[in-house]
C-alpha cells in the first residue's frame, strides 16, 4: 500500500466485497486519528487491493468488485464492548453508520475466524459520529462453493426526506421510453 508499505488485510462480503484493515497498521489510532487521514489511508488500501487482487462473486458478477475499505480498531475477537470502525466507500464516501452490509461483512469474517459464535451478538459503532449497529451470525449457509453465514443487522435510521410522483393521464410518456 503506497505510504503504508506492505501488510495483509481481510477481504469480506456482507452484501458488497470490502477490504478490512486494523488503523493501527496504518499508523492511525481509529478514535483519534482526523478523518481526512483515514478517508486517505482507507482509499490507498482500496486501491492497492483493486490493483493487486481480483474479486469474484460465485454467484453474481454484478457483485465482483471491491466496494470499500472499512479500517477497525483492530478489536476482533469477541467483547460485549463495541468496536470501532469507519466506512470509506465509493469515491470515497464515509458511512455516517458503521455500515449495513459492512457490519454483516465483519461479523461473517470474525465468525470464519472462530472469534464470534452462532447467536453471539456485537456491537459496532462509528468513529465519525458514534452511531452504533449489532449483529450476530443466526446460521451457517454457503453461497457458490464458500461457506457463508446469514447475519441479522439492527440499528437506529432516520427518515432524511421524502418524494412524490405524479403521473398525468394525458402524459405521453408515463409509461416509460426506449432510446
Same mark, same amino acid.
Given at each position: 500500500v503506497p505510504g503504508h508499505g506492505k501488510m495483509a488485510?481481510?477481504?469480506?462480503?456482507?452484501?458488497?466485497?470490502?477490504?478490512?484493515?486494523?488503523? *493501527?497498521?496504518?499508523?492511525? +489510532?481509529?478514535?483519534?486519528?482526523?478523518t481526512r487521514d483515514l478517508v486517505?489511508?482507507?482509499?490507498?488500501?482500496?486501491?492497492?487491493?483493486?490493483?493487486?487482487?481480483?474479486?469474484?462473486?460465485? *454467484?453474481? *458478477?454484478?457483485?465482483?468488485?471491491?466496494?470499500?475499505?472499512?479500517?477497525?480498531?483492530?478489536?476482533?475477537?469477541y467483547? *460485549?464492548?463495541?468496536?470501532?470502525?469507519?466506512?470509506?466507500?465509493?469515491d470515497e464516501q464515509v458511512d455516517r453508520s458503521p455500515t449495513g452490509s459492512g457490519v454483516t461483512a465483519r461479523i461473517a469474517l470474525q465468525y470464519h475466524k472462530g472469534l464470534l459464535e452462532l447467536n453471539q451478538t456485537r456491537a459496532f459503532k462509528s468513529s465519525t459520529t458514534g452511531s452504533v449497529f449489532t449483529g450476530k451470525a443466526v446460521r451457517e449457509a454457503k453461497c457458490g462453493d464458500f461457506k457463508a453465514v446469514i447475519v441479522e443487522v439492527s440499528g437506529q435510521a432516520h427518515y432524511t426526506g421524502t418524494a412524490?410522483?405524479?403521473?398525468? +393521464?394525458?402524459?405521453?410518456?408515463?409509461?416509460?421510453?426506449?432510446?
Open positions: 488485510v481481510d477481504i469480506a462480503y456482507g452484501g458488497a466485497f470490502y477490504a478490512f484493515v486494523s488503523a *493501527e497498521r496504518l499508523g492511525l +489510532d481509529i478514535c483519534s486519528a482526523k486517505d489511508a482507507a482509499s490507498a488500501v482500496t486501491e492497492a487491493v483493486k490493483a493487486q487482487f481480483q474479486i469474484s462473486h460465485p *454467484e453474481s *458478477e454484478d457483485l465482483s468488485f471491491l466496494y470499500g475499505t472499512i479500517v477497525t480498531d483492530g478489536k476482533d475477537t467483547s *460485549e464492548e463495541p468496536t470501532t470502525n469507519i466506512c470509506v466507500f465509493a412524490s410522483f405524479i403521473v398525468e +393521464d394525458d402524459d405521453p410518456l408515463k409509461n416509460g421510453f426506449l432510446l
